[in-house]
């Protein structure tokens, strides 16, 4: 069995060629190989969903997928959200209703909201709430993260 293997992978728009160990999970090639330290790692066992990035346009936790299953797969880090200095708009609400707590688990309730609002544009509370259910928010600020998707599903639909 090959230990490296040559990947391509776009994160974020920008093409990458990497050369990742078969053992090394994606989110280990985003923040140590390729530098995209948004991605953060929990729990290490899927359960947190701190590590949420998209692939190809859904969402995956990141330390439950090898780095060489990204060969040829768009990825969408928490750092593909902003326009260069401008907050998205889900980043903005988030800091507005202090959905933000410590941080920590930010990045991957921001790409889980992301991709639901992305599928479900008229989306609900409850189901918002739901939706969130899947990623655990140690400082227990749950709240302020479904007032922030809740007010972004609003302003997205009348928008649009």
Known sequence: MKDQHLINVTVNGAEHEVLVESRRTLADVLRHDLGYTG????CEHGICGACTILVD??????CLMFGVQADGAEVRTVEGLADGDRLSDLQEAFSRRHGLQCGFCTPGFLMLAEAYL?????????EIRDVVSSNLCRCTGYQGIVEAITDVAAARREAS
């Open 39 to 42: 991605t953060h790692l929990g």
């Open 57 to 62: 346009g859904t969402p995956a936790r990141a």
């Open 118 to 126: 992305a599928e479900n544009p008229a989306a609900d509370k409850e």
